[in-house]
């Protein structure tokens, strides 16, 4: 178990990460995600001693899903923790069941819908430039092994971005390479009280089998197990970005008109799988303006399309895509997904 | 459990693989690496179904590693075979625990390396342009799945290549794809005769471990995990090689010299991570003439005297590579290193 006073070697290193990554560059405005759990609770604490060195303005968010009968509880734990700390305290509500039955999604992506877009409306409000997240190593690990298992392309394998860009704002993951345990570790020292989540206990859901049966068994394998993972994202998010970068001129050198997009068989027949792949998915992000819920089996059937369709020959892609074959070329139209927003 | 009689499907798969991956193009000479277990068993008799079409020329190869009691009998069980096929069978034998203590290799690894020098070398005799193994979906799966848990680059997710250059020859692998309960049932419907391997069953290797312990486990949250590692191991196979091939001019762009390879800096600090270490690896490949044993954490460790190191910084590389770090360069010096030949 990590020492009970870690504090000091915590901040330290999240600020390293801050800086490798770009987080934060120093006077942002960071809206603060916090659940009440002992993650985002340590994200607050964390952030508040960077928050002189870094000249940061915080205010803490907190949205309620309406699915557990101890959510008003958890909701006001961190509003009177906001209080205590004299930070603004911003709430949001949302019926995720309803939404993911309206929306035809899993509980867990339509409550992660409703929570980014308040959290991104807040950070409107607030005119904040981030969005803080309280994910770790272990949310890391666990994301990239149940992408393994499901079955993923090399973009699955990336798994939670240190950073990313969502509606405008900056979402960070300041305790990406931080293992839960050590979070527990500082807060007990700290006498920092948080809520346990009883369905973080609820071996129904997949997360948690990975969590508390599959991790702890491959630790058996390797005791650094969580770490190998991550680092694993990490290197397969370099890779890809890399060939990103590199493979732009070439798949702009496919792709033809934009009404349908075009693109031009005989070169792209000529491209290497891996640029046959993103060639088409940068053809449906021109086609409907992003690829959403388009991944890599997806890719593969448009290829198959091409590789050994006949004219005519038709792919559906998910969020209302269509690529036909016609003489010499696939035509990529999209209808673009409209825009879920947020019911306040 | 797979139907009994499997066999048509079974060669036609194989085929299909033959020409996809262009493992043989027909009229070639092949050496068959037979162990007597029941994949090289089964990979000899695909290859005989495909003979006539493919008008090959089939050579049978057993090598003794003399690590078992029972070694001399499946030496003898594949010499039989072969004179009942009326094919010609070389036999070769090799101490491999004395290679390994001699070489300070790990047994695996120095019977590996005693058995493809052999393969090799009766290639050479027989003028077969290729050696196929017996290597399959399981393999595969049990490869990529120990090398995530080891932790690993992405060149070490991409697992046992399909085809790739040894010593002159093509080594190939038609049963890549192929499960091996798949084989051992064709071989019962056939009532063809195989040998088992009793170390296959022993715990104390990691690798029998993730067969019959892990990988099962697996299965338990995907049925069809095998073919998912597998699947994984291809995408980033390709995704590797269009990131090679792309990056080729920008990787010779940062590289001067040859005796000592000198990376600029200046321009070395401007390439993403994923190019550092694609310039650091082929600077020891232009310094030495092979990579061997230089892996993921090696080039990390290159890169960080790159990032973070003085003048005058030095980091050593496994097989005999060192990188020094002068004003506004890493020098890059290599002793090649010596070719341990098979002792007949």
Redesign the interface.
């Known amino acids: 178990l990590p020492h009970v006073n870690e504090l000091p070697s915590l901040v330290a290193g999240v600020r390293h990460a801050i800086d490798r990554h770009r987080m934060l560059a120093g006077g942002e405005t960071v809206v603060v995600a916090v659940s009440g759990g002992a993650d985002s609770t340590a994200l607050l604490r964390v952030l508040l001693a960077l928050r002189a060195e870094l000249r940061l303005t915080i205010h803490v968010a907190h949205f309620n899903h309406l699915l557990r009968t101890d959510a008003d509880a958890d909701a006001a734990f961190v509003a009177e923790m906001s209080r205590d700390l004299g930070l603004p305290y911003h709430e949001g509500r949302g019926a995720a069941r309803e939404h993911a039955e309206r929306t035809k999604r899993s509980l867990e992506d339509a409550a992660r819908h409703l929570r980014y877009a308040f959290l991104t409306s807040v950070a409107a409000r607030a005119g904040a430039e981030a969005v803080a997240t309280g994910h770790t190593l272990d949310d890391q690990a666990e994301t990239v092994l149940m992408r393994?298992?499901?079955?993923?392309?090399?973009h699955g394998?990336v798994g939670i971005p240190p950073v990313r860009a969502h509606g405008g704002v900056r979402v960070i993951r300041p305790l990406l390479q931080v293992p839960h345990v050590v979070l527990e570790a500082v807060l007990r020292a700290h006498n920092v009280a948080w809520r346990e989540d009883p369905t973080n206990r609820d071996h129904a859901i997949?997360r948690n089998?990975?969590r508390h049966v599959?991790l702890p068994?491959?630790e058996g394998?390797?005791p650094?197990?969580r770490r190998?993972?991550s680092?694993?994202a990490e290197?397969?998010r370099?890779?890809?970005?890399?060939?990103d970068?590199?493979?732009a001129p070439?798949v702009n050198g496919v792709l033809t008109g934009s009404a349908p997009v075009r693109v031009v068989l005989g070169a792209f027949l000529q491209l290497?799988?891996?640029?046959q792949r993103r060639a088409l998915r940068e053809a449906v992000r021109r086609a409907r303006g992003n690829v959403q819920g388009v991944g890599?089996v997806h890719l593969e059937g448009a290829r198959r399309l091409a590789l050994e369709g006949r004219t005519g020959g038709i792919a559906e892609l998910p969020g209302g895509a269509r690529i036909v074959r016609v003489r010499g070329a696939l035509e990529v139209r999209g209808e673009p997904v409209p825009q879920r927003r947020y019911a306040r």
């Open positions: 393994l298992l499901r079955g993923t392309g090399a394998l997949l089998r990975v599959l068994l491959l394998y390797n650094d197990v190998t993972l680092r694993l290197v397969v370099e890779e890809a970005a890399a060939l970068a590199l493979a070439v290497p799988p891996a640029l890599f």
